[in-house]
């Protein structure tokens, strides 16, 4: 699918003549170009510019072909009153048509480009309400042309199991408009589906008017373009209280599993099966607030949920049953060579070979654990990059270890009688620090402060090291299999199965 603007001139009204979703055929011989068409192919998007003292975006038109006639034709999805102004859209694209509408009769443009524009004109047709569009059009949007099967899917699993990974590569395809949010312990039903809020019109008065929340705007969007599909991802959805923050449009998330008539119409596969009544709702995604608002079946809602997060929010039966939960898997089977074969620091262990061996340790203290299972790291749980060693933090000539190094410099630091050359040793080893450091802050930590919070001896050297400071301090600070004397004999033998006791 390739996306266009379409270059008009103000005095032709040609298009406004058509009605909505009505087939037009299209012959225009303008700018010196006498067949323009045979740039586009069916299943383009076009949009309608006109230029002139209007300078406003007022059609969009799906490209098909009449095989009969060997032709193509534009359908018309949309026509404006008013039309989104050029000044409403980035710098960017204002230049890239003020520089070709003169001699240009088709700009191509990115499929963000075109997601740009259709922002623009939704905007412009929320801010006038009904009066900028044209009421016939919103009544009459085929449902039987819609993508169908919208679904609501969940995905859960331990952290860094590759949740948004498997979105992106499985479930988003090249033409899906994806919009994304996170909840959070703060987020409201006010948030998620909109509130009505202080503004002021055009005479300076106070208004209230209600201002869409992202679920009611994506609703919108999905709705006014039935041929693309919308994915409507929530990350951490567990992180907030769910049910509330749906409300009462918890109910739409039920689905029809077949084409089904209600109300007349027959709806497509993945359409709410229940409307619900909400006029503020249904006056900014319909125009009309007696309209019953239903999640569109080329909407799907997809969720994340890490299933060891502690103090979040349980998502009861009613509500999981309503989607199609997909758990995860923790594997290293299909996880790209250089993170699974990556080397943690200068230990000579590898990122797989540590995974593997600290979740059999979790998942066999399940009498000691809680959830045990749960607390697995995560395959993705950290980069390769972060993994990687700065060797510029090994110890310099003379000193045994870097911390003895980094703290004769702090002291001439301190005592301000520290060389230029000193100093600028100093910044080498605080930035290769600060990257070595990173393995610990982010898995270590955890390990300590989750995973083996109740049961810490099951992991660590508790002997020597009881706090979290002493743990990442002794990792940071030494090199090569050192740094793994964190943990406890046991442990460490069965990292370095071939080292001599």
Same mark, same amino acid.
């Given at each position: 699918?390739?996306?266009?603007?379409?270059i008009?001139?103000?005095?032709?009204?040609s298009?406004?003549?058509?009605g909505?979703?009505?087939k037009?055929?299209?012959s225009l @011989?303008l700018?010196?170009?006498?067949?323009?068409?045979k740039?586009? &192919?069916?299943?383009?998007?076009?949009?309608?510019y006109?230029?002139?003292?209007?300078?406003?975006f007022?059609?969009?038109?799906?490209?098909?072909?009449?095989?009969s006639?060997?032709r193509?034709?534009?359908?018309?999805?949309?026509? /404006?009153?008013t039309?989104?102004?050029?000044?409403?859209?980035?710098?960017?694209?204002? $230049?890239?048509?003020?520089e070709?509408?003169?001699?240009?009769?088709f700009?191509?443009i990115?499929?963000?480009?075109?997601?740009?524009?259709?922002?623009?004109? @939704?905007? @412009?047709?929320?801010?006038?309400?009904?009066?900028?569009i044209?009421k016939?059009e919103?009544?009459?949007?085929d449902?039987?042309?819609r993508?169908s099967?919208?679904?609501n899917?969940?995905?859960?699993?331990?952290?860094?199991?590759?949740?948004?990974? /498997?979105?992106?590569?499985?479930?988003?395809?090249?033409?899906?408009?994806?919009?994304?949010?996170?909840f959070?312990?703060?987020?409201?039903?006010?948030?998620? %589906?909109?509130q009505? @809020?202080?503004?002021?019109d055009?005479?300076?008065q106070?208004?209230?008017?209600?201002?869409?929340?992202?679920?009611?705007?994506?609703?919108?969007d +999905?709705?006014?373009?039935?041929?693309?599909?919308?994915?409507f991802? %929530?990350?951490?959805?567990?992180?907030?209280?769910?049910?509330?923050?749906f409300?009462?449009?918890?109910?739409?998330?039920?689905?029809?599993?077949?084409?089904?008539n209600?109300?007349?119409?027959?709806?497509?596969?993945?359409?709410?099966?229940?409307?619900?009544?909400?006029?503020?709702? +249904?006056?900014?995604?319909?125009?009309?607030?007696?309209?019953?608002?239903?999640i569109?079946?080329?909407?799907?809602?997809?969720?994340?949920m890490?299933? &060891?997060?502690?103090?979040?929010? /349980?998502?009861?039966? !009613?509500?999981?049953?309503?989607?199609?939960?997909?758990?995860?898997?923790?594997?290293f089977?299909?996880?790209r060579?250089?993170? !699974?074969?990556?080397?943690?620091?200068? /230990?000579?262990?590898?990122?797989?070979?540590?995974?593997?061996?600290v979740n059999s340790?979790i998942?066999g203290?399940?009498?000691?654990?809680s959830?045990?299972?749960?607390?697995?790291i995560?395959?993705? =749980?950290?980069?390769?990059?972060?993994?990687?060693?700065?060797?510029r933090?090994l110890? +310099?000539e003379?000193?045994?270890?870097?911390?003895?190094?980094?703290n004769?410099?702090?002291?001439d630091? !301190?005592?301000?009688?520290?060389?230029e050359?000193?100093?600028q040793?100093?910044?080498?080893?605080?930035?290769?620090?600060?990257?070595?450091?990173? =393995?610990?802050e982010?898995?270590?930590?955890?390990?300590?402060?989750?995973?083996?919070?109740?049961?810490?001896?099951?992991?660590?050297?508790?002997?020597?090291?009881?706090?979290?400071? $002493?743990? %990442?301090?002794?990792?940071?600070?030494?090199?090569g299999?050192?740094?793994?004397?964190i943990?406890?004999?046991?442990?460490? !033998?069965?990292?370095?199965?071939?080292?001599?006791a």
């Open positions: 699918m390739s996306y266009f603007i379409l008009l001139e103000e005095k032709i009204k298009f406004s003549l058509v909505h979703g009505e037009c055929a299209v @011989m700018k010196g170009n006498s067949e323009p068409l740039s586009l &192919s069916e299943g383009d998007k076009v949009i309608g006109v230029a002139g003292a209007a300078r406003t007022c059609y969009l038109f799906d490209v098909g072909y009449d095989q006639s060997s193509h034709y534009f359908e018309k999805i949309l026509e /404006t009153k039309g989104a102004g050029l000044r409403t859209v980035s710098s960017k694209l204002q $230049k890239l048509i003020n070709s509408e003169q001699t240009e009769l700009i191509k990115t499929g963000e480009q075109y997601r740009e524009i259709m922002s623009a004109m @939704m905007d @412009m047709i929320s801010s006038w309400g009904n009066s900028a044209e016939s919103e009544c009459e949007i449902e039987s042309r993508v099967n919208g679904r899917i969940l995905l859960y699993g331990v952290p860094g199991s590759g949740k948004s990974w /498997t979105i992106e590569h499985e479930y988003c395809h090249q033409d899906s408009i994806v919009e994304r949010l996170v959070h312990p703060d987020y409201t039903n006010a948030d998620f %589906i909109g009505i @809020m202080p503004g002021v055009a005479d300076g106070i208004i209230y008017e209600f201002t869409p929340g992202p679920f009611t705007s994506v609703i919108r +999905a709705y006014r373009h039935p041929m693309c599909e919308y994915i991802i %929530i990350e951490e959805i567990n992180r907030g209280n769910a049910p509330a923050i409300g009462e449009v918890f109910q739409l998330l039920d689905r029809t599993m077949e084409p089904k209600m109300e007349g119409i027959i709806f497509p596969a993945g359409t709410s099966e229940y409307g619900i009544t909400h006029k503020y709702m +249904a006056q900014k995604i319909y125009g009309d607030p007696a309209h019953k608002v239903r569109p079946s080329n909407l799907s809602i997809i969720g994340t890490n299933t &060891s997060d502690q103090n979040v929010f /349980t998502l009861d039966t !009613a509500f999981q049953r309503r989607w199609r939960m997909r758990m995860i898997e923790n594997s089977e299909n996880v060579a250089s993170l !699974a074969d990556a080397l943690i620091l200068d /230990t000579g262990v590898t990122w797989r070979a540590f995974c593997e061996k340790i998942v203290n399940k009498a000691k654990m959830s045990a299972e749960d607390k697995r995560g395959v993705y =749980f950290i980069h390769e990059n972060d993994l990687a060693f700065d060797e933090a110890p +310099a003379g000193y045994k270890t870097l911390l003895d190094e980094y004769d410099l702090l002291r630091e !301190a005592a301000r009688k520290i060389t050359e000193k100093k040793r100093l910044a080498v080893i605080r930035e290769a620090v600060m990257h070595n450091r990173m =393995f610990s982010k898995v270590i930590k955890y390990l300590w402060d989750d995973a083996f919070k109740f049961y810490p001896e099951a992991l660590f050297n508790t002997d020597s090291m009881d706090s979290l400071e $002493k743990i %990442i301090r002794t990792f940071v600070y030494s090199k299999r050192e740094r793994f004397k943990f406890n004999p046991a442990v460490y !033998a069965s990292l370095y199965p071939n080292a001599e």
